[in-house]
């Protein structure tokens, strides 16, 4: 850190004031006799004054901070014998520690703030008794000298923690982003890499359940929008963080994608909990009308999750503002059916079923509209015309031209599925 840094030009300026005083060096050996009473004084202040370090279960809190309070008392010792302020190396690197310790940064600063007021009583009682002629002035220096070293120390501590966060959150989100195009892709079991990942990760216990989650605005290109899709994405989390679920997710093709785990038992002896998809409904629906989800069923394994996935995709193709969380498990098996195979169908469509939407058409959706109440009314002609509000001879007579139009008899049963898949996949 050069002269011109801003950051401690005003300290030196104080440096300075001390040693046309003669403070500097003078008072450097008392202070060296006296250190490591004040290592002990700034531990105690700090403890008795900030509660984060005692509520930490981190046990590298508390010897982390005696080592810390030998370096302050070091390093203004050093400066009083008369060197200049450096880069402050040990600061940063506390700061790095405390950043990878997730140890909040507003708790180091109020330590800060107490050690000021240890550092400057030391200061001031060192120099009263070598200098009582210029106590008065030597007194005041020390102040400003206090004050400016602990607004470096806090500066650089501030700076070098974010920045290592920064640092320390890019590495993860590199690793998640890793571990999820993994899970979502496959992987083959005998790749070690990919098990020593998985396995690190946590995702490879035997006792946890799986499912996959997908979302997307109801306008689909808002989530090109790298801010809409970081809010969905820090939304999910925010559901499941009062919760026993765990969420790895990414933006993917512009969708949220999420993989869900938790625990399906607690060992071999326990029943199996409620299940993942259905847990997660009611979080997800919290989400509101701006958001539609589908969600897989559950998986056992970390193997199945690309099928999850195009469960997931599935159930998200259902959603709708009706329906806004869509469960796989609960689509029935005609729909899947339709949705699966309506491309194949659509592609070969039979030759009728262009005339059969036409003539439909014209008669404003009563063709399909009997085949699908016939369909209701098991077969029971008599009663799908009194659902219509129509004479049964209508209901045959309808049934007539549509036989007539695809040669398929919509009284039989096996014809009548044939009618209506028909229709709904060229519909879809």
């Known amino acids: 850190m050069t002269d011109a840094a801003p950051s401690n030009r005003a300290l030196r300026q104080t440096l300075e004031r001390l040693a046309a005083l003669s403070v500097i060096p003078d008072v450097a050996a008392k202070l060296r006799r006296s250190a490591a009473a004040v290592e002990a004084a700034l531990r105690d202040a700090v403890l008795g004054e900030v509660a984060g370090f005692s509520d930490s279960r981190n046990p590298q809190i508390l010897p982390d901070l005696k080592g810390h309070s030998k370096d302050h008392v070091a390093e203004v010792t050093r400066l009083f014998a008369g060197e200049a302020p450096d880069d402050f190396a040990f600061v940063r690197a506390h700061a790095r520690r405390r950043a990878e310790q997730r140890f909040p940064l507003e708790v180091s600063l109020h330590a800060y703030r107490c050690g000021h007021r240890v ?18 002035e030597a007194v ?53 890499r990919i098990a020593r990942l998985l396995k690190a990760a946590g995702y490879l216990d035997q006792r946890q359940s799986y499912c996959l989650v997908a979302a997307r605005t109801p306008i ?149 509209k009997t085949l699908t109440t016939l369909a209701d009314a098991d077969l029971n002609v008599q009663l799908a015309g009194r659902r219509l509000g129509v004479h049964p001879n209508t209901v045959y007579a309808r049934l007539l031209r549509i036989q007539d139009m695809t040669g398929l008899d919509g009284r039989r049963h096996h014809d009548l599925v044939e009618l209506l898949l028909a229709v709904e996949c060229a519909r879809v």
Request: aromatic letters at 4%; zero cysteines; charged letters at 20%.
């Open 119 to 136: 550092l400057s009583r030391w200061l001031r009682d060192a120099a009263a008794g070598a200098h009582p002629h210029s106590a008065r």
């Open 140 to 192: 005041d220096a020390i102040a400003d000298f206090a004050i400016e070293y602990t607004d470096v120390i806090s500066a650089v501590m501030a700076s070098e923690y974010v920045a290592h966060t920064r640092l320390i959150e890019a590495a993860q989100g590199d690793r998640s982003a890793e571990l999820l195009n993994i899970l979502l892709s496959g992987y083959d079991e005998s790749d070690g």
């Open 220 to 368: 689909a290109s808002e989530l090109e929008s790298p801010e809409r899709g970081q809010r969905l994405l820090a939304a999910l989390a925010e559901l499941v963080a009062s919760v026993n679920i765990r969420l790895l997710a990414g933006l993917r093709n512009g969708r949220a994608i999420a993989v869900a785990s938790a625990l399906r038992r607690q060992s071999g002896w326990t029943a199996p909990q409620t299940s993942l998809a259905e847990r997660l409904n009611p979080l997800l629906l919290q989400l509101g009308p701006s958001v539609l989800i589908g969600v897989s069923a559950d998986r056992p394994s970390t193997a199945s999750i690309p099928k999850a996935l195009r469960e997931a995709s599935a159930a998200l193709d259902f959603a709708s503002a009706d329906r806004r969380v869509v469960l796989f498990s609960t689509l029935p098996v005609r729909s899947l059916l339709v949705h699966a195979g309506g491309e194949y169908v659509r592609s070969a469509a039979p030759v009728w079923i262009e005339a059969l939407l036409a003539a439909d058409a014209r008669a404003g959706g009563a063709l399909i």
